[in-house]
């Protein structure tokens, strides 16, 4: 490879480093442009999608990893910010996920990507993460997503978590793919098809919700 050419490639891959770990500090969702927001819509109640769209946000965490039967495996951050501080509460959430259903008929032993995200927001008396995950792969952002967003709390050095209803809590995320799923794969079926089977919220940024 010529040396300009090498210097191009070089400087293209850092530009694009760069734009990839830009700050999201003090911005909202809907500037993003990298989050799935019809994803986020069905995991959490419609009043409090409404406030974390207007709220800025502190900083974003995101893990790549691949469902191998319902969990997640081969975990890797591609994007940090805060100085790497909310990465092990990334990576634990990642190996705590279960996700159902995405099997097709045609290649039921694929094991597809998915992103993790941990949204960081200041609130009036400590910080709030919301995490929340959505296949990676194309039309991933147009499944149909069942269960609810984990939600967790730092308030004096202890996280504490605010737990989703009784019917979702602890059951994961099941997903639907059109008529590809297998039925059976659903082992989260019996979820509510809404939004409404959601997590209750702290106040963000000095609202009640």
């Given at each position: 490879m010529k040396p300009f050419t090498a210097l191009v490639v070089l400087l293209a891959f850092v530009v694009s480093a760069f734009a990839v770990q830009t700050s999201v500090k003090g911005r909202k969702l809907t500037e993003l442009k990298v989050?799935?927001?019809r994803v986020l819509?069905?995991?959490?109640?419609?009043?409090?999608y409404k406030s974390l769209v207007v709220s800025p946000l502190e900083g974003m965490i995101t893990v790549r990893a691949n469902v191998s039967g319902t969990r997640l495996s081969g975990a890797r951050i591609i994007r940090s910010d805060l100085k790497g501080l909310f990465d092990p509460l990334a990576f634990q959430l990642?190996?705590?996920a279960q996700v159902a259903g995405n099997f097709s008929v045609e290649d039921p032993n694929t094991r597809p990507s998915v992103l993790l995200h941990l949204l960081v927001y200041q609130i009036a008396d400590g910080t709030m993460v919301l995490s929340f995950l959505h296949f990676d792969g194309p039309g991933g952002d147009q499944m149909q997503y069942y269960g609810c967003a984990r939600l967790l709390v730092l308030k004096n050095d202890k996280w504490t978590e605010i737990k989703g209803p009784e019917s979702l809590d602890g059951k994961g995320i099941a997903v639907r793919q059109g008529v590809k799923n297998s039925p059976s794969s659903l082992k989260t079926e019996g979820l509510p098809k809404g939004a409404e089977a959601t997590n209750t919220s702290p106040s963000l940024g000095g609202r009640g919700y």
């Amino acid at each position: 490879m010529k040396p300009f050419t090498a210097l191009v490639v070089l400087l293209a891959f850092v530009v694009s480093a760069f734009a990839v770990q830009t700050s999201v500090k003090g911005r909202k969702l809907t500037e993003l442009k990298v989050i799935p927001t019809r994803v986020l819509e069905r995991s959490i109640s419609p009043k409090f999608y409404k406030s974390l769209v207007v709220s800025p946000l502190e900083g974003m965490i995101t893990v790549r990893a691949n469902v191998s039967g319902t969990r997640l495996s081969g975990a890797r951050i591609i994007r940090s910010d805060l100085k790497g501080l909310f990465d092990p509460l990334a990576f634990q959430l990642a190996k705590e996920a279960q996700v159902a259903g995405n099997f097709s008929v045609e290649d039921p032993n694929t094991r597809p990507s998915v992103l993790l995200h941990l949204l960081v927001y200041q609130i009036a008396d400590g910080t709030m993460v919301l995490s929340f995950l959505h296949f990676d792969g194309p039309g991933g952002d147009q499944m149909q997503y069942y269960g609810c967003a984990r939600l967790l709390v730092l308030k004096n050095d202890k996280w504490t978590e605010i737990k989703g209803p009784e019917s979702l809590d602890g059951k994961g995320i099941a997903v639907r793919q059109g008529v590809k799923n297998s039925p059976s794969s659903l082992k989260t079926e019996g979820l509510p098809k809404g939004a409404e089977a959601t997590n209750t919220s702290p106040s963000l940024g000095g609202r009640g919700y």
